[in-house]
């Protein structure tokens, strides 16, 4: 049948016209991917190609407020392997046990399995030294990826209140913990890419994806006080062998913890070798127990400032013991202290001068000044498991309860609870947020992100009372039961304490918490310090004998540190056997060595350098130093 020329034209027409059609849709298509889709299917590509061997980020560094390094970190490489990629598993795996000392079987297995990128454990955070010798080895598919763990300089420093970080540099406990956000930082990666073999392709660069490391978090700690709490505290420990001993060092002013520790304590680079029960117990803010007499302090203030008392004018009979509703409660001095005033109350330390106190005030008055102080709630601080502390419920309170927390007995506190509640009593009255973590600051740009300001809570009582706080505390140091943390040139303020262990509702016999907090300058109080030992050993267990020098230590060597100014103008020490006789050193210089032989000084000299007059000595002329001491003088001409 023949087809007419215009039903062949039509056809053709149709055909044209549909492969025209087809011709705009393919090229729209093609146009579409090129323009619009190309990258996206080209990543997609690269995608499945590629392999990601992670490059982890810097922890931040947790640095004193002066800039030192307290946690930092060390380069330990980890390694990699692309199963795929590794030509003679067998080989290789013999290579790498012989460098890594590890089992070569399980080594074989990691290096057979059939994933994408397997890490080698017991490749991982391995020295610097055996990296290069596992890179000189040059076994396809075997990588080494930057890594690092944590580093603490100082060791077993201020261990539970840095804590430490994990295995995989997460943070566990202390301020790794409650700071790893910002700490942490995010990973980065090397990409390179494999075809379906896992073989490298060689016309394809690595792409590399930096880490960003951590920030860094500057402390309120000042690593000099923190060493000097440290050094005493294991000079405490190899003398008394106490259960347990604890420091805190605070600026009354701020609020800002200068120093904390505790024993026991731990190495944070060696946490797996420490049972749980010693890094999890930070004591200055976990331990809680009845305080002794360093609660008086309380009662002292809230006595002054609701004008209960007149401290030099007033006097008090101790006979040794009061009886209240059939209970007899002593003091510590058999026989009691007589006839006394009541500043010679606060001196003596003595329990019936300030149970007298206590009901002068009523029980609703002093419980208030209680719960004003802090006490029965947390301070604040930022630091993980702090406890609250028990009061007295004020419906409970009887006549026995008012005397007995009078004296601090009966009550429990928290050590930074009562640091706190002593630094407002000493500071003008005002009561602060214990905080130790100051900054956290950009490691490059040293920009800070966020910063922590001190925190008033409130007044507490007024400036004038602070005041008659500060000068009474300040003769019991120069004048009463406090002496061992008296310091030469610098006036000194505190308070005893020496609280009878209580275990199941039963005090124990010959068991005590002593302690003392101590403050200066008394005038204008820059730094407060509490010690508290737990059950010292071989020693009469009160709080004047063992832990009030222990702070007098830690002051003499502080307040130089903190660049203190003495102070020369307050309370001269009563002398007591067997405190050392001090002298102020004579001025020499300008003398020759004969003048100096034919002067009388109950001292030694130590004579250096050439020439025929003293110019220079130490220590400097008006210091006052134990009789018998050595002044070192420098001869010249």
């Given at each position: 049948?023949?087809?007419?020329?215009?039903?062949?034209?039509?056809?053709?027409?149709?055909?044209?016209?549909?492969?025209?059609?087809?011709?705009?849709?393919?090229?729209?298509?093609?146009?579409?991917?090129?323009?619009?889709?190309?990258?996206?299917?080209?990543?997609?590509?690269?995608?499945?190609?590629?392999?990601?061997?992670?490059?982890?980020?810097?922890?931040?560094?947790?640095?004193?407020?002066?800039?030192?390094?307290?946690?930092?970190?060390?380069?330990?490489?980890?390694?990699?392997?692309?199963?795929?990629?590794?030509?003679?598993?067998?080989?290789?795996?013999?290579?790498?046990?012989?460098?890594?000392?590890?089992?070569?079987?399980?080594?074989?297995?990691?290096?057979?399995?059939?994933?994408?990128?397997?890490?080698?454990?017991?490749?991982?955070?391995?020295?610097?030294?055996?990296?290069?010798?596992?890179?000189?080895?040059?076994?396809?598919?075997?990588?080494?990826?930057?890594?690092?763990?944590?580093?603490?300089?100082?060791?077993?420093?201020?261990?539970?209140?840095?804590?430490?970080?994990?295995?995989?540099?997460?943070?566990?406990?202390?301020?790794?913990?409650?700071?790893?956000?910002?700490?942490?930082?995010?990973?980065?990666?090397?990409?390179?890419?494999?075809?379906?073999?896992?073989?490298?392709?060689?016309?394809?660069?690595?792409?590399?994806?930096?880490?960003?490391?951590?920030?860094?978090?500057?402390?309120?700690?000042?690593?000099?006080?923190?060493?000097?709490?440290?050094?005493?505290?294991?000079?405490?420990?190899?003398?008394?062998?106490?259960?347990?001993?604890?420091?805190?060092?605070?600026?009354?002013?701020?609020?800002?913890?200068?120093?904390?520790?505790?024993?026991?304590?731990?190495?944070?680079?060696?946490?797996?070798?420490?049972?749980?029960?010693?890094?999890?117990?930070?004591?200055?803010?976990?331990?809680?127990?009845?305080?002794?007499?360093?609660?008086?302090?309380?009662?002292?203030?809230?006595?002054?400032?609701?004008?209960?008392?007149?401290?030099?004018?007033?006097?008090?009979?101790?006979?040794?013991?009061?009886?209240?509703?059939?209970?007899?409660?002593?003091?510590w001095k058999p026989g009691g202290h007589g006839d006394q005033t009541f500043i010679e109350v606060v001196q003596n330390s003595c329990n019936p001068g300030f149970i007298e106190l206590g009901n002068r005030l009523g029980k609703e008055t002093l419980f208030s000044y209680i719960k004003k102080f802090g006490f029965g709630t947390k301070s604040g601080i930022d630091l993980a498991g702090e406890s609250t502390g028990i009061l007295f419920n004020l419906k409970n309170v009887g006549p026995v309860e008012l005397a007995t927390t009078a004296f601090g007995q009966g009550v429990s506190v928290t050590p930074i609870q009562q640091v706190m509640a002593v630094s407002a009593a000493v500071n003008g009255g005002l009561l602060y947020t214990p905080y130790v973590a100051k900054e956290v600051v950009d490691p490059t740009t040293g920009e800070v992100i966020t910063r922590k300001t001190p925190q008033l809570k409130g007044r507490v009582i007024s400036e004038e009372t602070s005041k008659q706080v500060r000068e009474t505390l300040e003769t019991v140091v120069s004048l009463g039961t406090g002496g061992g943390a008296y310091v030469e040139n610098y006036r000194v303020g505190g308070k005893t304490g020496t609280a009878q262990k209580a275990v199941d509702g039963h005090y124990l016999e010959g068991n005590y918490i002593v302690s003392f907090i101590g403050f200066a300058p008394a005038d204008h109080p820059e730094v407060v310090v509490y010690v508290a030992v737990d059950n010292p050993k071989g020693v009469t267990q009160f709080g004047g004998v063992v832990a009030a020098p222990i702070v007098g230590r830690m002051l003499d060597d502080m307040l130089p540190a903190l660049k203190v100014e003495p102070r020369t103008n307050g309370i001269t020490k009563e002398y007591r056997w067997p405190d050392p006789i001090t002298i102020e050193t004579p001025n020499l210089i300008g003398m020759t060595k004969k003048e100096i032989v034919t002067q009388f000084y109950n001292l030694r000299a130590e004579v250096r350098g050439e020439g025929t007059k003293v110019v220079e000595q130490s220590p400097e002329p008006g210091v006052k130093i134990p009789e018998g001491s050595t002044v070192r003088v420098m001869m010249g001409n």
């Open positions: 049948m023949r087809v007419s020329n215009t039903t062949v034209r039509k056809r053709l027409f149709y055909a044209f016209a549909i492969g025209l059609f087809l011709f705009f849709v393919i090229d729209f298509r093609l146009g579409y991917v090129q323009i619009f889709t190309g990258n996206l299917l080209t990543d997609r590509a690269k995608d499945s190609w590629s392999r990601n061997l992670p490059f982890e980020p810097k922890r931040g560094e947790i640095k004193d407020r002066n800039g030192v390094v307290l946690a930092t970190n060390k380069s330990t490489p980890t390694v990699y392997v692309v199963p795929r990629q590794i030509k003679d598993p067998k080989d290789a795996a013999k290579q790498l046990a012989a460098i890594l000392v590890a089992d070569q079987g399980k080594i074989y297995q990691h290096l057979t399995k059939k994933t994408m990128i397997e890490r080698i454990p017991e490749g991982r955070k391995i020295t610097n030294e055996l990296a290069a010798q596992i890179r000189e080895l040059h076994i396809d598919g075997v990588y080494i990826a930057e890594d690092s763990k944590r580093y603490y300089p100082y060791g077993n420093e201020l261990s539970q209140v840095l804590g430490f970080a994990g295995v995989d540099n997460q943070g566990l406990v202390g301020l790794e913990l409650q700071y790893d956000e910002q700490l942490k930082g995010e990973k980065g990666s090397v990409q390179f890419y494999t075809d379906a073999k896992g073989h490298k392709l060689k016309n394809l660069s690595d792409d590399f994806e930096p880490p960003k490391n951590g920030d860094d978090l500057v402390l309120t700690i000042d690593n000099k006080v923190q060493t000097i709490i440290e050094r005493e505290l294991d000079k405490t420990q190899a003398l008394y062998n106490p259960d347990s001993i604890l420091a805190i060092a605070v600026n009354p002013n701020t609020g800002e913890i200068l120093g904390m520790s505790n024993r026991p304590n731990f190495n944070p680079g060696e946490y797996k070798n420490v049972s749980q029960e010693i890094y999890n117990r930070n004591l200055p803010v976990w331990m809680t127990y009845e305080p002794g007499s360093t609660f008086k302090i309380i009662t002292l203030a809230a006595a002054l400032e609701e004008k209960k008392v007149d401290l030099q004018e007033e006097h008090f009979h101790d006979p040794g013991a009061v009886k209240i509703n059939g209970s007899r409660l002593k003091c």
